[in-house]
């Protein structure tokens, strides 16, 4: 099991353009979230889906910013008209689904690098 | 709101010395709390949880309601230790969303 794979691992945006970023959860897991880690802070909540369903957005900018976990393929973070602040280590995660529910065990990414210019 | 507090940012101790990760957390209601730890080059992981009351490596962590801590213990630090680590609190009602502190990076040195 390959893990979760997060790609691009680093991604250099000017500002206004539009970012992607991309993870690919562990086999078997149904449920992807999304982290943010700014420099010298802790990783941050923004999303929270199941395929084809968002859960839990309360963490996400309300503007420019979007996720989703279609059927088939992976989870998408989109980031559009970046500004510099958007700078960043973006972080996915996987976890799968149990009858007892969210263990507290998540499977990080290796993350994403994105750096606006 | 929920708060994780890591006062530390770098702990640094010799090869056998017991090491104590502070964390303090900020939550009127019953908190989960969690360790997760990244070595160097590799994916930020989970160490251990206040729940399962267990020693994962050496490391324990008890969780204090009275001081509102939960503080990463290991009597002999080993230099295989030394890794970034995070404490996390999720809440009742939405256990998936986890807080995270901003980490404490733990040097053990030869």
């Known amino acids: 099991n390959a893990g979760v794979m997060q790609n691009p691992r680093h991604l250099v945006r000017r500002r206004g353009q539009e970012a992607r970023l991309r993870c690919s959860p562990m086999?078997?897991?149904?449920?992807v979230y999304w982290y943010r880690q700014l420099p010298e802070e802790g990783l941050k909540f923004m999303v929270y889906?199941?395929?084809?369903?968002?859960?839990?957005e309360s963490g996400m900018p309300k503007e420019r910013f979007s996720a989703e976990f279609p059927k088939e393929g992976p989870s998408i973070l989109r980031i559009q008209q970046v500004v510099r602040g958007d700078s960043a280590a973006y972080f996915c995660?996987?976890?799968?689904?149990?009858?007892?529910?969210?263990?507290?065990?998540?499977?990080f990414g290796e993350g994403s690098r994105l750096t606006v210019l | 709101a929920q708060r994780v507090t890591q006062p530390e940012k770098l702990l640094s101790v010799f090869k056998g010395a017991p090491v104590e990760l502070k964390c303090n957390y900020s939550?009127?209601?019953?908190?989960?709390l969690f360790w997760y730890v990244q070595y160097s080059r590799q994916r930020l992981q989970l160490l251990l949880r206040?729940?399962s009351r267990e020693s994962i490596k050496g490391f324990t962590a008890d969780l204090n309601k009275g001081e509102t801590s939960f503080h990463l213990k290991k009597p002999f630090a080993q230099e295989e230790d030394s890794a970034m680590y995070y404490c996390?609190?999720?809440?009742?009602?939405?256990?998936?969303?986890?807080?995270f502190g901003s980490g404490t990076r733990l040097l053990v040195r030869p």
């Open positions: 995660a996987s976890s799968p689904r149990t009858r007892q529910g969210f263990t507290g065990e998540l499977f």
């Open positions: 086999k078997g897991h149904s449920h």
């Open positions: 889906l199941q395929k084809e369903n968002i859960i839990d």
């Open positions: 939550y009127s209601g019953s908190p989960e």
């Open positions: 206040h729940i």
């Open positions: 996390a609190l999720s809440r009742m009602d939405s256990s998936y969303k986890l807080i």
